[in-house]
């Protein structure tokens, strides 16, 4: 890749893309851990 296109304005969009689908993607991870940590202990207190 030539530096002309490493700082044009379509790789810093492409940039900004793909930081928010990684960002995206933890929040997905913290969402689903989140669940299944207050689900274990739902199902502990009821025993």
């Known amino acids: 890749m030539s530096i002309a296109v490493a700082n044009s304005p379509l790789m810093a969009n ?3 893309k793909v930081l ?3 960002e ?3 929040e ?3 969402t689903i851990i989140s ?3 207050l689900a ?3 199902a502990k207190r009821e025993r």
Request: no cysteine; net charge positive.
């Open 14 to 16: 492409f940039d900004a």
């Open 20 to 22: 928010k689908i990684v």
């Open 24 to 26: 995206g993607t933890s």
């Open 28 to 30: 997905m991870q913290r």
């Open 35 to 37: 669940r299944e940590l």
């Open 40 to 42: 274990r202990m739902k």
